[in-house]
């Protein structure tokens, strides 16, 4: 079984800065990309940055040069550092991961399952 646990919301005054983090625990092979998305209240969950394993990335429009995404592939771990934070970056932050797997069903083959967090709450004020 695999857990995706976010943490380091919070409330933050406009202009200010917070780093979310995220750590994928379990029975993990190996994790592809990893990345961030918010859903902000009456709106969809959009894409904030993603990482692949590799280190590259890409980011929302509305965030660039604002945050920085990274991760520590030996802890299974992805961070989002905000800054100049404004207040439409309110949103609940959620984290996902696309793990590869291995399927025993129909003589056993390798495929991809993404695990999603429970989400962090993050406010800023203005």
């Known amino acids: 079984q695999v857990q995706v646990v976010e943490s380091g919301g919070g409330l933050v005054q406009a202009g200010g800065s917070l780093r979310l983090s995220c750590a994928a625990s379990?029975?993990?092979?190996?994790?592809?990309?990893m990345g961030w998305y918010r859903q902000a209240p009456g709106k969809q969950r959009e894409l904030v940055a993603a990482?692949?394993?590799?280190?590259?990335?890409n980011y929302a429009d509305a965030v660039k040069g604002r945050f920085t995404i990274s991760r520590d592939n030996a802890k299974n771990t992805v961070y989002l550092q905000m800054n100049s934070l404004n207040s439409e970056d309110t949103a609940v932050y959620y984290c996902?991961?696309?793990?590869?797997?291995?399927?025993?069903?129909?003589?056993?083959?390798?495929?991809?399952?993404?695990?999603w967090g429970q989400g962090t709450q993050v406010t800023v004020s203005s």
């Open positions: 990482i692949t394993r590799g280190g590259s990335t």
């Open positions: 379990g029975s993990i092979f190996s994790i592809n990309a």
């Open positions: 996902n991961a696309d793990l590869r797997e291995y399927s025993y069903s129909s003589g056993g083959y390798w495929t991809t399952r993404v695990y």
